[in-house]
Each structure stands twice: as structure tokens, then as C-alpha cells.
């Protein structure tokens, strides 16, 4: 079971307690994007093997949505951050590159 800790609120719960929303940190098209941009949004998501970003609701509690960065091999989090921000934290990406050396994940490392 993951442990995530809320980070609007600063609860620590068990994953019941939250709702996962897909992958974290997807662009978003506008009315005049053509139907290939709609359809990688709609449809194409990483599914990777090891450190993945993703969305989190904080449904038992303050109902805030964050991201939360974890292994999917492991399930370990490595830490959560507000979604209001468009790229990991620094110190959260210096977290996983210590655990895991050599990862980098494209627009994050």
C-alpha cells in the first residue's frame, strides 16, 4: 500500500484516502489544436517501468489535487509537491537521481 503525504495539507494517509488522477504534467490543447493533439492527449500516457509522475486527489480530506513522484516497481514515493507547478522540484528530482543513478526522465532530468 503507498503512504503519501498531502502536501496543501500536510495529512500522511494511507492511498485510500486519495484518488489517483493519471499521469502528471500533460500539455493541454486549445480549441485550435488539430485532432492529433487531442488524441495524444486523450490517449497516450507513459506507462513506465520505474519512476513515474502522477496526479493525486486528496478525496478524505482538504480535496486538493497534488502530483507524487514514485517507483512503480516498488511502489516507493519519493516525495509530493503542489500541482501548481509545471516541472518537479529540484530537491525531489536530486531525491530520485540519488536512489536510482543514471535516471533521467526527458524534460525532468
Given at each position: 500500500?503507498l503512504i503519501l503525504?498531502?502536501?496543501?495539507?500536510?495529512?500522511?494517509a494511507?492511498?485510500?484516502?486519495?484518488?489517483?488522477g493519471?499521469?502528471?504534467?500533460?500539455?493541454?490543447?486549445g480549441?485550435?489544436s488539430?485532432?492529433?493533439?487531442?488524441?495524444?492527449y486523450?490517449f497516450?500516457?507513459?506507462?513506465?517501468?520505474?519512476?513515474h509522475?502522477?496526479?493525486w486527489?486528496?478525496?478524505?480530506g482538504?480535496?486538493?489535487?497534488f502530483y507524487a513522484?514514485?517507483?512503480?516497481?516498488?511502489?516507493?514515493v519519493?516525495?509530493?509537491?503542489l500541482?501548481?507547478?509545471?516541472e518537479?522540484?529540484?530537491?525531489?528530482?536530486?531525491?530520485?537521481?540519488a536512489?536510482?543513478?543514471?535516471?533521467?526522465?526527458g524534460?525532468?532530468?
Amino acid at each position: 500500500m503507498l503512504i503519501l503525504t498531502c502536501p496543501c495539507c500536510g495529512v500522511t494517509a494511507e492511498e485510500t484516502e486519495f484518488h489517483a488522477g493519471g499521469e502528471a504534467h500533460l500539455k493541454r490543447f486549445g480549441p485550435g489544436s488539430d485532432n492529433a493533439d487531442f488524441e495524444n492527449y486523450l490517449f497516450m500516457r507513459e506507462n513506465p517501468k520505474g519512476v513515474h509522475f502522477e496526479r493525486w486527489r486528496h478525496n478524505n480530506g482538504c480535496g486538493k489535487w497534488f502530483y507524487a513522484a514514485r517507483c512503480t516497481m516498488t511502489l516507493e514515493v519519493f516525495g509530493t509537491y503542489l500541482a501548481q507547478t509545471y516541472e518537479p522540484p529540484a530537491d525531489l528530482c536530486a531525491k530520485i537521481s540519488a536512489k536510482r543513478p543514471g535516471w533521467s526522465w526527458g524534460r525532468f532530468s
